[in-house]
Structure formats: C-alpha cells, structure tokens
C-alpha cells in the first residue's frame, strides 16, 4: 500500500471551512460561516462570489460539471450534471456559474416518488442549496447538496424534513439551556455517528445470483456447514483483499472528508464494519450516503461486490446502522455526559428525562423509521433488535432513575479497578454500565445508539424522529420551567413526574425472550413485526400533531410518505417473488430434473450390472429427491397464482399487506423445498454458489 498523509489530503476534494477562508473575501465568510453555524438565513447578495469562487475551485480539481446532489424519496441519492459551459462569441466557451444556479435548480420532479402530492403531467420540482453542507468535488464534477421539493412547496426529499427537525431542537433546546444559564451558546445541535456493516462477497457469485443481483439479498440457500458458530470471524484479521479494499475505502472517504475511524471483521462470515466520527446530523447524513455509494462502487475494482442488504443471509447476522445520537452546544457542551456525579448533574438528568419521554411517546415513529421489506428480514434474531422500542441506560443509571422514580436514596456504585494478574499489564478502571446488544435504543455513556435502523437505509428519517419527538420534550418541559417560581425545585418534580410516566420504556433484560414480550404487551408498548403494521400509524393523529407543531412535516407531507412506503414494500416483495419464479423455473427445476435423471440412468445400469442387488439406498435417495421436487413444483404454482392476485389488487396498503401476509409465506415455502433439494443434490449439478461458497470461498 501506498503512504497516505492523512492531514493533507483529508477534505482535499471539499469547498469546505479552510478553502472558503482562503478563497472567499473576509465578509462574504464570515456571513456565510454565520450562516452555517448559527442556522440563519443566507444572504443572498453574497451568492455570486460564492459561486465563482467555487466553481475555479472545482475546475482546478478538474471539474468541468455540476450537479445539484439531493435525496429523493427513492432511498438513495439523485443528480443532473450541467457543464459550467457557456457558449461564446466566434465559436468560443466560456466557464460560468452564477450564483443563481448555486442556489436553485429545477429538476424533474415527475419521475421522483410523490405519494400522490405531484401528478404525473406536473414536472416541476426544485432544488435549493444547503449551505450547511459542504460541496465538494466527485468524478469531474462538483457536487452540491440540495433540498428538493415540488412546486407547490411540499417537502419531496429526506432532507428538508430533517433540517426542520434540526431548526426545532435547535431552538427548543436552546431554551432549555438558557434556563440553567448559559448564555454563551447561540444553537443546541444534535450529531449522528453511523456506523455501516456489510457483507463483501466476490463479484463472480455476485453476478451468479440472480437473487442478489437484483434483490440485494438470498432468496434461497442453504446453511453452509459452518457460519459463525466459532466466533472466530468477529474482529479477525482481514483478508488481504479485503484489507487493501478498506485501505483505499478509507482514503476516497477522507478525500471527501468523511471521517472514516474504525474498520474490522463484524460478526458473520464475510461480514465488515465502518465508523466513522461523530458529526453534524445533515452532514453525518450526507456523509453516510456517500459512504455506502463509494464502497458498491469500489468493490468490484478488486473483484468483489459489496452487498448493504440488512439480511443477504439466512441464519447468520446481518447488518444494521448503528445511528448514535448525541445533543450538544455550538460552544462544544456535550449535553448528555452525565459527568462524575450524575445525581448531581440536573441538566443532564433533564436532558434524559426528556428523551426517555421522547422515546415513550414516539416509540411507533421510531419504529417506523427502521422499517423495510429488508429489516422485517432482519429484527428480532442474530444480535439485531427485536420490534419493540425499549430503552437501555445500563446499572448506575438505572440506579439513579429508579431511586428518583421511587423517591430512596440512590447510593452510587464504587467503579473498581480490574488487574488483568500480571504486573506488565495495567489495571483498568472498569466502565459504569455494561452494554445490552439486545436492545433496539441504548445509552452508552455520552450518546444514544438507535440500534434498529437497516444497513441500507437513509438515516434521515430516524433522527428527524428523534429530534422533533426530543424538541417536543424540550418545548413541554420550558413551557412549565419559564414559569417557575423555585426553578431548582420544579426541575426536580419536573424530572421525577417524567420519569414516572414513562417508566415504562426502559428495560435492562434480554430484549430476545418470550418474556419481554408478553412483558411489552403488559407495559402497553407497540409490537409491529412488520412494516406495513408500522406504516399504518405513520400519519396517526398524534404524529400529524407533532411534525406539524414545528413545521417539520405537514399533514398532506406525511400522507404522501405513508402512501410511498407502502408501494415501495409492495415493488420490492413483487421483485423478490418474480426473481424466486424465475430461479425456480429456470435453474433449480432444470438442474435438478437433470441429476433424477442421471441418477436413474446410473442405477439402471447398475442394476443391469448387479442383477439381484437391492440398491435400496438409492432407490430411496432417488425417491426423496422426485417428493422434493414434486412440492417444488406445487410451491412455485401457489406463489405464482398468490403473485398474480397480488398484482391485481389496486389499493397499495390491501396489497402491502396481501404482500406480507399471503405472497410472503408462499415465498418461505417455496424456498424451504428448494433449499431441501440444495443439501441432497450433488454438488456439481447446483446452478448458483451455495452460502459456504460465498461467506468462505469467494474472496479469502
């Protein structure tokens, strides 16, 4: 591997801070930063400079185009590259960008999913620069991150959602933290550290699988003989494709100025992991989208592809984005460090209360914000979380909340030291809490880790339900705090009433067991193992109330995404049960008619040889495998005729539904026989690489 300075080229393709300051005259910086870090309004008669000195910027990068990037309602990013090209006189171009077209682009918006808020003939849409969010330079162009919405104003993206809910928290916590006096902060933001598993396999069984190639994921296979029952993949040393991968990874993501910290073997076969930095949410955002689209993209350059499916394997883990969410000042206070003495510590334990609240009362936005066709694949098993929201804060905390909630003396726990019995190994001091995998909402010192969100998804959503559910809090607990007449003494009630309330979310066990379910229900907790059970409640009152409350999402906004989310689980189960039609018809069937019938021929000439021989064990071999064969066919006639009606049904959230139900099931069903058939067929007859193939063989 090539030596990387890390300094030098770390941001190196980004217009960020630095190259502003170096290329912007010192006001239009300090109007833009201003802009940047205290959330205001831009000025717009600074856009022209910003815009010329970004695009000789971008060209010395070797930039000849532009593009407003944006995140349309599809799951993943969008962008139309325009070159700086202006035609001039005697044949002639010139390089222009105004700052116009910095600020506003005009995309068409028909094509983009719109829930119905946009018809099909009305195209125009917008795209509107966020300053927040550094531009930088990708593939000859310059990238600009945008928000999208229609012509009628409505929010078509995941982004514009997620900076109200910044603007929200940000000035709802912004009133908490003046009541306890500090005056120096100007903005309370939240900040995302997203953690990224997935699965690299090589590009030959990639291409192999029609089920991969056009789902992401396995719709058959068999368990290989060994997954991860040894443990020995879990943090292993890396494949030396794999390692040099991840070198390069990492040095396209610094470019970008994605802080790319951590890499290591996760849990399964062919399993990997990325952590980044923690940072601002809509960068952290951004950040993560570039992420997932640089490692499918530089995988196949060392013969492998990249899968972000949060289940591409049956009976092994799969992967999850761990979203960890922190809440802090302009100024660099981290508000939920509970500090030495959190029993002392009344801001921080304020700050708890009010998200413990947050996460009560919105636990079915939260889940909803984790739900897809591929979680529903994923939640409940192999150290991902189960369906139900519940929240873990570890022992000492849940010392103190429950001697708060009970009103007893909370007796802080003496943190020891650990001696590892050898004097050249130091003791260490061990941490407060332990840690709970099985818990979907976790405390683990200094930040929350929402655990459920899939490895494939945009995190946007999530942490615009996490700060417009916490800005709620914040804005209920103000309202009854700016009136106080003793404020020490109502914020204790305060947080003690809180507490009380919401008791109910928080749980420390084994987020797995039969028990805490049938304790869930008891609690009055939402359960919806599914994604259509979760989408139904998307635009539920209470919700319409809240996104509403700080203009995050209007009520014909949330509708349109309710409507969105269930015709993409409706294509996605559509596109998973035609690609099972088509192997089944196409290469399980074919290929296994064939060894019947080689095998019926080698034990006709057996016979013919041996006269007299039983040959009872292949008589019954051969036997097994025309039953297994016979419930093949029938299992592919019943999902085909469930897939037909299926298609048929108008509604989108009858055939979500009919989806999950009916079609789902026949799937399992079909793939139960097929997979029967894998485990007897000699080897050289199977049509597509097997599990042991792919996790084991492919890239080692």
Known sequence: MNKVNVPEIFGSLVFGEEVMKERLPHDVYLSLMNTIEAGTEIDPTIADIVADAMKNWAIELGATHFTHWFQPLTGVTAEKHDAFLTPAPHGKAIMEFSGKVLIKGEPDASSFPSGGLRATFEARGYTAWDPASFAFVKDGSLYIPTAFCSYTGEALDTKTPLLRSMDAIGKEGLRIVRLFGDKDARRVNTTVGAEQEYFLISDEDFKARRDIFYCGRTLFGAPAVKGQELDDHYFGTLPTRVGEYMHELDVELWKLGISAKTKHNESAPA???????????????????????????????????????????????????????????????????????????????????????????????????????????????????????????G???????????????????????????????????????????????????????????????????????????????????????????????????????????????????????????????????????????????????????????????SRVELKSRREIYFANYRKIKNIEAKTMLEMASRDYIPAVTRYIGDLSLSLKNTASVLPGVALNPEKAHLEKLCALLSEVYSAKDELEALENRAIGIENTEEAAFFYCKEVAAAMDRLREAVDSLEVITAREYWPVPTYGDMTYGGIL
């Open 395 to 553: 022992d000492e905390l849940d010392t103190l909340v429950n001697s708060i909630v009970t009103g007893t003396e909370f007796r802080e726990a003496d943190r020891k030291y650990m001696s590892f019995g050898s004097p050249t190994v130091p003791a260490i001091r061990r941490d407060n809490t332990d840690r709970n995998r099985t818990s979907p909402f976790a405390f683990t010192g200094n930040k929350f880790e929402f655990r459920m969100v899939g490895s494939s998804q945009n995190i946007s959503l999530a942490n615009t339900v996490l700060n417009t559910a916490v800005a709620k809090s914040f804005s209920d607990f103000a309202d009854v705090l700016e009136k106080a007449e003793n404020f020490d003494e109502a914020v204790d009630k305060l947080i003690a009433d809180t507490l009380r309330a919401h008791n109910r979310i928080l749980f420390s066990g084994n987020s797995y067991s039969e028990e805490w379910e049938k304790e869930a229900k008891r609690r009055g907790l939402s359960n919806f193992k599914t994604a259509p059970e979760a989408y139904a409640h998307f635009d539920d009152e209470k919700n319409v109330m809240l996104f509403e409350k700080f203009g995050v999402m």
């Open 271 to 393: 399993q990997h992991e990325l952590a980044p930095v923690y940072e601002t949410t809509n960068i952290a955002t951004d950040h993560n989208l570039l992420t997932m689209e640089c490692m499918k993209r530089l995988a196949p350059k060392y013969g492998m592809a990249c899968l972000l499916a949060e289940k591409p394997f049956r009976g092994i883990n799969g992967s999850g984005k761990h979203n960890n969410w922190s809440l802090g000042t302009d100024t660099g206070k981290n508000l939920l460090k509970p500090g030495k003495t959190p029993k002392d510590n009344k801001p921080f334990l304020l700050m708890l209360a009010a998200v413990i609240k947050a996460v009560d009362d919105y636990q079915d936005l939260l889940r909803i914000s984790a739900a897809t066709a591929g979680n529903d694949c994923r939640l409940g098993g192999h150290e991902a979380p189960p369906a139900i929201i519940s929240m873990f804060l």
